[in-house]
């Protein structure tokens, strides 16, 4: 679902009308000049996301459904809970 109202996004994720978007992508190393080359699209520009310029331009992209919770790294002080569930003590 691309775009909800601010006033109708608690009864869409409800709903179940979301997903949690976990960004890992994988690329030929070959692919990727190609790619930046692309010029931005319309539906890139509009919504932000440059994964829209690349289907735009005929490149698929593979995606799966997963049931594991991931933890976000948004910022530098998230790097913190990252290191403390994975930090091995002695």
């Known amino acids: 679902m691309p775009f909800t109202k601010p ?3 608690s ?3 409800e709903q179940g009308l979301y997903y949690k978007h976990i960004g890992i992508y994988g690329y ?10 692309l010029p ?19 490149y698929s992209i593979i995606i799966a459904i997963s049931d594991h919770e991931n933890i976000a790294v948004d910022a ?15």
């Not at 931005?40 to 005929?58: D, H």
């Open 28 to 37: 030929q190393a070959s692919l990727l000049p190609e790619l930046a080359a």
């Open 40 to 58: 931005k699209s319309k539906l890139e520009i509009m919504e932000s996301l440059e994964q829209l310029r690349w289907l735009e331009n005929g």
């Open 11 to 13: 009864r869409a994720v």
């Open 7 to 9: 006033e109708d996004r």
């Open 76 to 90: 530098p002080e998230d790097i913190v809970l990252i290191e403390s569930r994975f930090t091995v003590s002695d």
